[in-house]
């Protein structure tokens, strides 16, 4: 860099044509080291340079716009596709800086580097006029900008040999085409539950470095997941020592032994997949994160801890960063580490297929290189896998490639995730494990050359699997997988998030908005006839209400939905019944939001929980009754993720028009053995019933209530099991809830609750006052319950009061 004078200025220009230049590398050892921080105002151009304006860096041209006032919220409304011609225009970013030159040369610094954490996407870079670099590439370190959905889009043109599926999201996804092109967030040219908004900017910070170069070494540090590594390490700085020692003095310093283990099981065909942590086996308890905005820049240190709180105060022990995102930042990763959460940790490639040209790979490896080096050193990743869903999508044939040009796309696939990603990853890191997709069947898949014939089997690897349909109560039709890494049913978010971004006429389920920030096609329709299967669908005369309960409808469904699923992944975690089960893991889709819109997701974007998230916090509770109906008998499992021993359970059942129980069975000890899920108890729901109080409950009439408790105190939430749908119950009575809110010694918040009936599915809500209930979505089966607010911010008792509605299952129709 001879060419520095004591003003510098550096010229950005977002485009779409160029390869890329790295000017600058992880394996330089530095002496003393000066740094000059280029994150400031910078000024933005587009292309005829009809607007100009500053721009902070780290950011992007979105975000400029915004926080100029050249355009309103993205979210609003129609926003979306309003602001779509940011991303079709070409920007420059422009800054100019003073560099004191003794200090950067005369102290005889032998290198000066001008380091561009993140660039989006595709740019040139010129310093006083020369061009010293060119960028492709949003997961790597640069050193400026062009119209990413150009760019995608001229990639793809020129990659005329054969075409590379899909070209463009389905029309409800209102987004832009050839993503599978351009290294960048894969969602952010639109997914079936996002905003289509290709940014582009300077999304990490830029600075200049100066520092003497030492000697070419590569440092780094992983923590020790493997024994045989830390073996050799020992044996490498003690060489004296005999093995035992070694072993010993591995053992003894807070090392984790950290194992994927796929290996037969007695009983099923297949392999076992589970995650094995100082050879005890780990059931993954989670969901799937994906990014938290569409603007990276907006995403806040407070908002990453307070989703990854969420999800630890939801008992989540495991996250897996889906592959359509991005590679989070450094703090996300922090945080994890200190909250304890377990990362799956995806290559950023999904639900597609991808060129092999030399460019291409070649700006994938540094990525893959660069990020590797950055996260290896996180105790919390505990898996690399290459990618979300496309061995599927070549097994399953997605996008109707014919058959005789199959071996093609096959071979693209081991060239880029086997050839390629995998071997970098080993190199790099070879304490975790690397899958090559998810789903994949592991080592199965490996064997069948990369591409299972079913990735989906269920007697190997992970599974995802969806159906919306289909009854979600019928636990039967369930995949008995080795471990669901995604599986989830939709819910609109609340009222108080969507008002933020719409406006009175929007408020009707059937409004242009709805159907607008839809992106999973019949998504509503699907909601509502899932809902209709055990549920009256709402039917105030009164358009707001209707509104309102409809959005509390597919929370309802969503919810119980999920649960029924998790709880049976949950207790096939100890058996293998016809061949399948060992079931280690479930993760549920999707963890958060990315905008106000209909989703998977159980938090809403902004962090308020949505019904699903309080029944995550229960049914991923460390012990957990599980009960269901098998075969006209009521089955309850007792599931338990601690390791000591516990006993007894109870039942008690309920009338719907009594809050005092009919009858209350009790059961003797049953041992029930850490890390485990058993059958406590077992009777017919006919027998049940008969004996119960009078004999005159019936399934209509009544329903069963129980939890677990070892000989002084109850263990695990309660849970519950209705006998028919809601919908076709009797006697249930409208409950008519009074509430009142309370401040507590503590400065907390207490609502007291009173009904007049067992009441199904009482939600309260406070709006836009942030913060979260101790539970919520509850069934009440008693006169009062008291349920603690514990906010996030300042609030008052006179403003909850305000704020807060109740609302039961009997209360919408
Ligand atoms: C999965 C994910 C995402 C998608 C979700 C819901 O397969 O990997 O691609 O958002 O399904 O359709």
């Not at 991923?620 to 089955?635: R, T």
Request: with cysteine.
């Amino acid at each position: 860099m001879s060419a520095f004078r004591k003003r510098g200025s550096v010229l950005v220009v977002l485009y779409y044509v160029g390869s890329f230049h790295v000017l600058f590398g992880y394996n330089i050892s530095r002496g003393e080291q000066h740094d000059l921080s280029l994150n400031r105002k910078w000024t933005i151009q587009n292309s005829n340079g009809s607007l100009s304006l500053p721009a902070e860096v780290p950011g992007c041209v979105h975000s400029a716009l915004l926080k100029q006032g050249f355009i309103k919220d993205l979210y609003f409304r129609f926003n979306d596709v309003a602001y779509r011609w940011i991303a079709l225009d070409n920007w420059t970013y422009t800054t100019t800086f003073s560099i004191d030159l003794p200090v950067l040369c005369s102290r005889a610094k032998q290198r000066v580097q001008l380091v561009f954490e993140g660039v989006d996407t595709v740019a040139s870079i010129s310093l006083n006029g020369v061009v010293v670099g060119k960028t492709d590439n949003m997961f790597r370190r640069y050193v400026s900008l062009l119209s990413p959905v150009l760019y995608a889009s001229e990639r793809s043109q020129a990659h005329s040999s054969y075409s590379v599926p899909p070209d463009c999201p389905p029309p409800v996804q209102k987004g832009e085409c050839h993503v599978n092109f351009i290294r960048k967030a894969q969602s952010s040219f639109s997914w079936d539950w996002g905003p289509s908004f290709p940014t582009l900017g300077l999304w990490k910070g830029v600075h200049l470095e100066a520092f003497d170069v030492l000697r070419l070494i590569h440092l780094s540090t992983v923590p020790v997941y493997s024994m045989s590594l830390c073996l050799s390490l020992c044996l490498s700085l003690c060489l004296s020592l005999c093995l035992s020692l070694c072993l010993s003095l591995c053992l003894s310093l807070c090392l984790s032994l950290l194992e994927l283990v796929q290996e037969p099981i007695a009983g099923s065909p297949g392999l076992s997949f589970y995650f094995r942590v100082n050879k005890k086996p780990i059931f993954l308890k989670g969901s799937n994160w994906i990014p938290a905005h569409a603007l990276q820049d907006l995403v806040s240190p407070a908002d990453v801890r307070n989703l990854l709180q969420s999800s630890v105060s939801a008992n989540m022990n495991a996250l897996r960063v889906w592959g359509g995102g991005v590679y989070e930042q450094d703090m996300f990763y922090s945080l994890c580490d200190e909250m304890g959460i377990m990362i799956w940790q995806d290559f950023m490639f999904a639900c597609a297929m991808y060129p092999t040209e030399p460019d291409f790979i070649e700006t994938v490896r540094e990525e893959v290189v660069q990020q590797v080096r950055r996260l290896k050193s996180h105790p919390s990743v505990i898996v690399w896998s290459g990618n979300n869903e496309n061995e599927a999508a070549l097994a399953t044939n997605w996008f109707g490639i014919p058959v005789a040009q199959q071996p093609r796309y096959h071979r693209d696939y081991v060239t880029l995730y086997v050839d390629n990603i995998r071997a970098i990853v080993q190199k790099e890191d070879g304490t975790r494990p690397f899958l090559v997709s998810s789903p994949t069947n592991g080592v199965e898949s490996q064997q069948e050359g990369w591409v299972a014939h079913d990735p989906y089997d269920l007697h190997y690897g992970d599974t995802h699997y969806y159906s919306y349909s289909h009854d979600c109560w019928d636990w039967t039709a369930l995949p008995r997988t080795r471990f669901a890494s995604e599986y989830g049913f939709q819910s609109w978010p609340s009222f108080s998030t969507l008002q933020k971004v719409s406006v009175s006429e929007d408020w009707s389920y059937g409004s242009n908005f709805s159907s607008h920030r839809q992106h999973h096609q019949t998504g509503n329709q699907q909601m509502l006839q899932q809902a209709g299967l055990h549920y009256h669908l709402p039917a105030s005369a009164d358009p707001l209400k209707r509104y309102k309960d409809t959005l509390y409808i597919t929370q309802v469904m969503q919810s119980q939905c999920v649960k029924v699923q998790t709880e049976f992944y949950r207790r096939s975690q100890s058996e293998v019944i016809e061949g399948k089960g060992h079931t280690m893991g479930a993760l549920y889709w999707q963890l958060n939001d990315i905008w106000q819109g209909p989703s998977w997701s159980s938090l809403e974007f902004g962090g308020k929980w949505k019904m699903l998230h309080y029944f995550a916090k229960d049914f991923f509770s460390p012990v957990l009754p599980v009960g269901f109906e098998d075969q006209g008998s009521l089955v309850v499992y007792a599931v338990s993720d601690l390791s000591h021993d516990l006993h007894l359970r109870t039942v008690s059942v309920y009338e719907w028009s009594s809050l005092d129980p009919v009858c209350t069975v009790a059961s003797g000890l049953v041992l029930v053995e850490g890390g485990s899920a058993e059958v406590i108890h077992k009777q017919t729901i006919s027998a049940l019933l008969a004996g119960c109080g009078r004999g005159s409950c019936t399934r209509l009439t009544c329903l069963l209530t129980f939890h677990l408790e070892d000989v002084n105190s109850q263990q695990g939430p309660i849970n519950h099991l209705f006998l028919s749908s809601p919908k076709n119950a009797q006697r249930m009575l409208r409950p008519n809830i009074t509430a009142e809110v309370q401040q507590d010694e503590m400065g907390g918040y207490t609502v007291t609750l009173q009904s007049s009936a067992v009441a199904a599915f009482v939600w309260l809500d406070v709006g836009d006052v942030p913060g979260r209930f101790d539970t919520n979505g509850f069934l009440m089966v008693t006169r009062t319950r008291t349920v603690t607010f514990n906010p996030w911010g300042p609030t008052s008792t006179q403003q909850l009061a305000q704020a807060l509605t109740v609302t039961s299952l009997r209360d919408v129709y």
